[in-house]
């Protein structure tokens, strides 16, 4: 079949054709040129046709082995499961580049093979003569869509100054759609400080996701709140480092002063442990106060309500800000009392 596809380029415009094409007795014997008498089920698949008839070039060279391909995969299993999901292909293994059309198939046969091998994927046929194995076995069907946006990210990452950075068409392109501008501007903030490797396409989508769960949950104003409350894993992934175990007292915090700005979220952190006299929390600055959302707190008076704060082990968005109101209602009243003290006087 794939022989036949290369060398009579037969008019393809949809799937039909494609069907119709298959189905073709040239011999008159009752059956298809292309049915495997070992099984009614299977055509024979082979090399660069395997995966996808509309792929048949190379992909992009990575002549320095820095991207990886991501390959938007949607499959259906011979058990029923259908899937869709990312697939990470390397650009070069065995010391070779993979972008090449007769070897990109078998390096993408095998990140399937690799990830669905415990639902009965394997490969059927190989190649001895090159080793190439491009078919699989348990799937009905499968559609394969690379996706050259990546590379944006990729290189964003390694130089943010000098490279565009990710579009919402960047970001849909890699499974997330509907994003607003705002979060767009802080995801391109975050990303670069915090993708150690460039090209770690599951790193950055952890980051992301994590960033918009957060998100969600900070700006959610039902009663009861809906959305789904991030874990300790979550504050990690958006660069955190400070210890993020008390996670529902931080939850709390974020969703009352409803913080999306990841900066701001280092900051109500570090207010919260220290607080709580958790090791690693510096004192708080007043603009640690201020970026967590805090109102009242500058210079003059920052000293006394980080003492009143740990004193009292305050570690909601509203108990601190009570403490801060009554420090600056005393400040108040003994400035007053101050002022009517001299004009007395």
Do not use: C
Not at 9 to 34: A, E, H, R, V
Not at 171 to 183: E, H, N, P
């Amino acid at each position: 079949l794939n022989n036949a596809l290369f060398n009579q380029k037969p008019t393809l415009n949809d799937l039909s054709d494609l069907q119709d094409f298959i189905n073709q007795d040239i011999d008159g014997d009752g059956l298809s040129n292309y049915f495997d008498p070992q099984s009614q089920n299977e055509y024979n698949f082979y090399a660069s046709y395997t995966l996808h008839p509309e792929i048949v070039n190379n992909l992009p060279a990575d002549t320095n082995a820095e991207y990886t391909y991501l390959i938007k995969t949607d499959i259906r299993l011979n058990n029923g499961t259908t899937q869709s999901l990312y697939l990470v292909v390397p650009t070069w293994t065995y010391g070779s580049s993979r972008h090449l059309e007769y070897r990109w198939p078998h390096t993408v046969s095998r990140e399937i093979t690799n990830y669905f091998t415990n639902e009965g994927v394997a490969f059927i046929r190989e190649n001895t003569s090159s080793g190439y194995q491009n078919a699989l076995s348990g799937i009905d069907w499968m559609e394969l869509n690379y996706t050259d946006q990546w590379w944006t990210f990729v290189d964003y990452v390694r130089d943010a100054t000098n490279n565009t950075a990710p579009s919402s068409t960047d970001y849909a392109a890699i499974g997330f759609s509907s994003l607003s501008q705002g979060q767009i501007d802080e995801l391109n903030i975050v990303i670069p400080q915090n993708q150690a490797t460039p090209n770690d396409f599951d790193k950055m989508n952890e980051m992301v996701t994590s960033y918009l769960l957060i998100h969600d949950y900070a700006k959610d104003s039902g009663n009861p709140i809906t959305a789904t409350a991030p874990q300790s894993t979550d504050y990690n992934n958006i660069g955190l480092t400070q210890d993020v175990s008390n996670v529902s007292v931080f939850n709390a915090w974020l969703n009352d002063a409803q913080l999306v700005v990841v900066t701001d979220i280092s900051a109500m952190v570090n207010v919260i442990n220290h607080a709580k006299n958790i090791s690693g929390a510096s004192v708080p600055a007043d603009t640690d106060y201020t970026q967590a959302g805090i109102t009242g707190v500058d210079a003059s008076n920052v000293g006394a309500v980080n003492s009143a704060v740990q004193a009292q082990g305050a570690d909601t968005f509203a108990g601190v800000q009570a403490i801060v109101d009554n420090e600056n209602g005393w400040n108040d009243l003994i400035d007053y009392a101050s002022q009517a003290a001299g004009s007395q006087a």
